[in-house]
């Protein structure tokens, strides 16, 4: 196999993982829509047995992500709550987690729900100053998640100075990379141990495939990962492994045009009458728009706005009001949606804590898409209208 890691991100995106099938010739990978492999005799096969634990189209899609993300590993799941939920088992009772207190509201629902019942402590803190982590630093802490940008207020985290901390305390630091992508941003050069990523969203880029990835560079981490998924069976199939590499072939593409809307769309919110708030890294007054800059190639198609004054009722109206957006669950795909965090992605996160972290009910989140960037203007004044 071709190694193209030493090559820019586009050719990698294209060609990492992916060689011709030897026996046919064919440029993309085939689909091995298998559970099962023939034996030539008990444990002796071609490296193959049973479609849980390996399969030759998730195996190309794992070489492809790791290169992406210059990572060694990569082991794919069925969604990226199944990715997520894989490095919480690396815990044990009696062992603590400090994350963010804005996160994505199904990381919260695990984190709360399942893992506390098995005595898994976390502690959700205001990560923008790295500084805060160490006040909750003590011997049973194991594992530090980070978010950034952030999901919903697109708080930017310092990878950098949270993998100091970590590394000084013996903490795997894991980071949640999806809203940025493997494109914008690579956690596992600065410092991070675990990047993890809802591939549905940016990498799928299409919206029509459910899955995870966890990447690290770490030979002991990525066999307890791999031991946990064969365990487990989180495993995604053959099928959507063949979506998502095709999707990978035109990220770098997608994500100059996701980034070239995002900042057209947020320059023209951020001076709508409207619009009483807006949350996009890329304006020079966002918290820590700096290491942004720093540790992102680009801002990203993510915006958040809170709108001025509105009430739940008119918030829902105006969510319902796009045309060219759609208001749906989700993000990173081509089309341009629209989403209410407090009752849709967010609603399982009580509301002190929702509105504690600035997600309120007159928040809307964005996620640009690659249509022409005229019709998202249009279609936002018409709605906001």
Known sequence: MADFSKHKFGTKAIHAGADPDPS??????????????????????????????????????????????????????????????????????????????????????????????????????????AENIKKYINANTKLLWVETPTNPTMQIIDIAACATIAKANNILL??????????????????????????????GGHSDVVMGALITNDDKIHEQLYFILNSCG??????????????????????????????KVAEFLKTHPKIEKIYWPGFTDHPNHEIAKKQMRDFGGMISIVL???????????????????????????ESLINHPATMTHASIPKPERDKAGVVENLLRLSVGVEDVEDLIEDLKQALA
């Open 24 to 129: 046919t010739g064919a440029i993309m990978t085939p689909i091995f829509q298998t559970s099962t492999y023939v034996q030539e005799s008990p444990g002796t096969n071609k490296g193959y047995g049973y479609a849980r634990g390996k399969n030759p189209t998730r195996e190309a899609l794992q070489k492809n992500i790791a290169a992406l993300e210059n990572g060694k590993h990569c082991v794919c799941f069925s969604s990226g709550m199944g990715a997520t939920d894989a490095v919480i088992k690396m815990l044990r009772p009696g062992d603590e987690v400090i994350t963010g207190d804005d996160l994505y509201g199904g990381s919260y629902r695990m984190f709360t729900k399942i893992y506390e019942n098995f005595g898994i402590k976390f502690h959700f803190i205001n990560l923008t100053d």
């Open 174 to 203: 894991a980071v949640d990379n999806t809203f940025a992508s493997p494109y914008l941003q690579n956690p596992l050069a600065l410092g991070a141990d675990i990047v993890m990523h809802s591939v549905t969203k940016y990498l």
């Open 234 to 263: 989180a495993n995604p199939g053959p099928m959507d492994c063949f979506l998502v590499m095709r999707g990978i072939k035109t990220l770098h593409l997608r994500m100059e045009r996701h980034c070239f809307n995002g900042r």
């Open 308 to 334: 001025k004054g509105a009430s739940l009722d008119a918030t829902f109206k105006i969510a319902s009001s796009f045309k060219v957006f759609s208001l749906a669950e989700s993000l990173g795909g081509v």
